[in-house]
């Protein structure tokens, strides 16, 4: 499984991106997948996930401003950020299993390279 993620860039304080993360898996309907962020000088950190099914699960950090999106028959996970903050200026990576709910870095088998969300004040 190759997860490949773009969309990030640099953006003002309140201003919205949208990260995508595309899979290339024929299965991909029953995968699980998730995002994570890596902020310079600490550990990375669980932002959202959705499961096979649709269920989501966020952080604490990101509820109620950002939204993950599966759409199966295109391959691709979406992660809609609202109203961003200097905070969250980290390195994103999406990571995806097919037998776990990606909410910690130890449950994802497959991970992508990072893009990279830079929010200024």
């Known amino acids: 499984v190759q997860l490949q993620a773009s969309g990030g860039g640099s953006v003002q304080a309140g201003d919205s991106l949208r990260l995508s993360c595309a899979a290339s898996?024929?299965?991909?309907?029953?995968?699980?997948v998730g995002w994570f962020r890596q902020a310079p000088g600490k550990d990375r950190e669980f932002v959202a996930a959705?499961?096979?099914?649709?269920?989501?699960v966020y952080a604490d950090s990101v509820r109620g401003r950002f939204t993950i999106s599966k759409y199966n028959d295109a391959n691709m996970v979406y992660l809609q950020m609202n109203n961003l903050r200097p905070e969250d200026t980290a390195l994103y990576y999406c990571?995806?299993?097919?037998?776990?709910?990606?909410?910690?870095?130890?449950?994802?088998?497959?991970w992508g390279q990072g893009t990279l969300v830079t929010v200024s004040s």
């Open positions: 990571a995806a299993s097919s037998t776990e709910m990606v909410v910690a870095v130890r449950f994802a088998a497959y």
């Open positions: 898996v024929r299965t991909f309907r029953t995968y699980a």
């Open positions: 959705i499961s096979a099914s649709g269920f989501t």
